[in-house]
């Protein structure tokens, strides 16, 4: 299975989104998962944020490596799960790309549960903000990136 996380520059959210779920899902023992991440601004080569880094950094998540890219038809395509940070990003995906790839979900879609929930929040965007703003994203990706754990490990037996 591929899970794609996708937000505007993908140097926050989507990068921070990524690297915990790869690395929740490689310490569970789940095998045969694939995560990419993804921005809607076509930003190429950035590095992640500082604030990203370091707030990853705390919860033992390396984040140093991480280089942005846009969102294509190619990842799109080639991923069963498309998970978004904020309504913005379902409207681009669906005028951009309104066909190609499995299911699309707003990530606080599994803040609650495993199951998704109807009309979720978006996950604000910390960009330009201090570091205490991205602990506080990183407390609600956190969970709900567990749920979406057991989600995949769900669809994927």
Known sequence: MKVLFVCSGNICRSPMAEAY?????????VTGVEVDSAGTLGIEGSPAAPEAVEAMA??????T????????????????LVVVMAQE????????????????????A?????????????????IGEALGFYRA?????????EHLAQHV???SA
């Open 65 to 80: 490596a991480h280089r942005s890219k846009g969102i294509c038809d190619e990842l799109v395509n080639a991923s069963d």
């Open 110 to 126: 599994f803040e609650h549960g495993s199951q998704p929930a109807e009309r979720p929040r978006d996950l604000d965007d910390p």
């Open 58 to 63: 705390e919860i033992g998540v390396d984040l």
């Open 21 to 29: 779920f790869r690395e929740h899902v490689r310490q569970g023992g």
């Open 137 to 145: 994203q990183l407390r609600v990706l956190r969970p709900s990136l």
């Open 89 to 108: 990003h379902l409207e681009a995906l669906a005028f951009r790309f309104p066909r190609g790839g499995g299911a699309r979900y707003l990530l606080r």
């Open 153 to 155: 490990r769900r669809l």
